[in-house]
């Protein structure tokens, strides 16, 4: 009789436990892994890669995509060539905008050593969760002051952060950090003047350092407003001749068509 009590039991037992773990383990992969990653002027989604312009400004947003898990901090810092470009601002973004929250706490630029140190925020009481959801943790503002490749690094976290991504929830009463993390470092190209990137599509963004017949092909369809906004925007060459080199103004007109007359010819000023 005891034995089959105790087989009962063990039954039971067995049961529940493959159950509930099942159920368990079924929730724990349902936790979609939080994203930290960049956008760029007229981008929305994540992005890794980004075209610019000599003397141009680039705003870059620092996004977070965490659906299931509330995050109660973060803290974000980046490196960056500084021979490419140099950080001229930052500030704080909305994911925790209408929130009880301690007040974005800025970081230090240091554009001699091409950093800027963290930069963070926190909830605070009488929230008790954190946020999910998509939003901007902070922004950039970088100059582009030479021709060049800069990698625009997020960074792991390590122990003693000064410059790092971390995102942190809170668990009971405790703020633990949340890993894993999906981090998307991002990468800032900037181009010859008038190489605009091949010709018409499938051929966008094969940048060669040349300016020959393809890229007139694109520039004329940007000058008749045809073009892609990416297209669009690496037409605007900023200006005609000197001084109006890099005065950027948001069309593609006869100034621009002048100055893309000069790089076709080699004559360019960064030729």
Not at 143 to 160: A, F, I, M, N, Y
Request: hydrophobic fraction near 40%; aromatic fraction near 12%; charged fraction near 15%.
């Amino acid at each position: 009789m005891n034995k089959k009590i105790l087989l009962v039991f063990f039954t039971l037992t067995l049961f529940l436990s493959i159950l509930f773990g099942t159920k368990f383990l079924n929730q724990a992969k349902s936790q979609t892994i939080p994203k930290v990653y960049m956008t760029y002027p007229n981008t929305s989604s994540i992005a890794t890669e980004y075209y610019a312009r000599l003397n141009d400004t680039v705003f870059v947003k620092i996004n977070v995509d965490s659906p299931d898990i509330g995050i109660w901090s973060w803290q974000v810092g980046i490196y960056f060539n500084n021979t490419v470009l140099e950080c001229n601002g930052l500030g704080n973004g909305n994911f925790f905008g209408g929130k009880y929250a301690l007040g974005f706490q800025s970081g230090t630029v240091n554009n001699d050593s091409g950093n800027v140190t963290i930069s963070g925020d926190s909830l605070r009481l009488p929230e008790t969760i954190g946020v999910t959801g998509i939003g901007t943790l902070m922004w950039f503002e970088f100059h582009v002051k030479e021709k060049g490749t800069s990698l625009l690094s997020l960074t792991l976290s390590p122990p003693d952060l000064t410059v790092g991504t971390k995102l942190n929830q809170k668990v009971d009463s405790s703020i633990v950090p949340v890993s894993p993390i999906d981090l998307y470092d991002g990468n800032v190209t900037v181009v010859r003047m008038g190489d605009l990137g091949g010709s018409l599509p499938p051929e966008f963004f094969k940048f060669d350092g040349e300016v020959d017949g393809k890229d007139l092909a694109l520039f004329i369809q940007a000058f008749k407003g045809l073009a892609p906004p990416e297209a669009m925007y690496l037409a605007d060459l900023g200006g005609g001749l000197p001084p109006e080199f890099y005065a950027y103004d948001g069309k593609v007109d006869g100034k621009d068509l002048a100055l893309f007359l000069l790089c076709y010819k080699g004559l360019g000023p960064d030729t």
